[in-house]
């Protein structure tokens, strides 16, 4: 169990785990509420605002109703190694509740595995992961699998948020490559 009484914060929210996070690093973490210092969640899947890349919240698993719940990005009061806390279980919302975030809900948008190419039609692969800014939830970067031949020669390619054209249903479009000047995918997780 941890002792949420004793983590020392600075203001309201205190991070104490690296600022940049791998999704795998966010997913089927405990939610736990600082009134009663237990889990009372698991998170499951990331919500993703397609025309901000920003995660809006999680699904979650409730841990007393089996049913799933949404945790939003506002009311995860700090993050730490264990997971996420939050003031307690009452935070956690129906779907349905969420009028502002239904439309979002409905996109149902992903980022694993949708393909990558530059504005010129030039297939660059797929996204195998991607990296979030804690504080603020907006994914910084994406990670692209290429296909076996060029990642004999370059591996991953890293796509900068600001090097994105364009996302689509179907795709995401970027600006155009440099050539020779593949990025590692070297974010702490």
């Not at 795998?24 to 009663?36: A, H, I, Q």
């Not at 049913?67 to 700090?78: A, H, K, S, T, V």
């Not at 939830?137 to 591996?155: D, H, P, R, W």
Request: aromatic letters at 8%; proline letters at 6%; a negative charge.
């Amino acid at each position: 169990m941890v002792d949420f009484y004793n983590i020392p914060t600075m203001g309201p929210r205190r991070y104490t785990i690296s600022m940049l996070q791998l999704s795998e690093s966010l997913l089927n973490k405990p939610v736990m509420s600082l009134r009663t210092g237990q889990p009372v969640a698991t998170t499951t899947t990331p919500i993703i605002n397609p025309n901000n890349l920003k995660i809006e919240g999680f699904y979650c698993n409730d841990r007393f109703s089996k049913e799933p719940l949404i945790l939003l990005y506002q009311d995860i009061r700090d993050i730490i190694p264990q997971g996420f806390v939050i003031d307690d279980h009452d935070v956690l919302a129906e779907p349905e509740e969420l009028v502002r975030l239904k439309e979002i809900l409905e996109i149902d948008f992903g980022l694993i595995g949708k393909p990558v190419e530059t504005v010129s039609q030039q297939h660059v692969g797929k996204v195998s992961d991607y990296a979030t800014e804690m504080e603020t939830m907006y994914i910084q970067k994406l990670y692209v699998s290429q296909n076996m031949f060029k990642s004999f020669t370059g591996g991953n390619l890293g796509v900068d948020r600001n090097q994105i054209n364009e996302i689509t249903d179907k795709k995401i479009i970027i600006n155009e490559l440099l050539k020779g000047t593949p990025a590692a995918a070297g974010v702490a997780a």
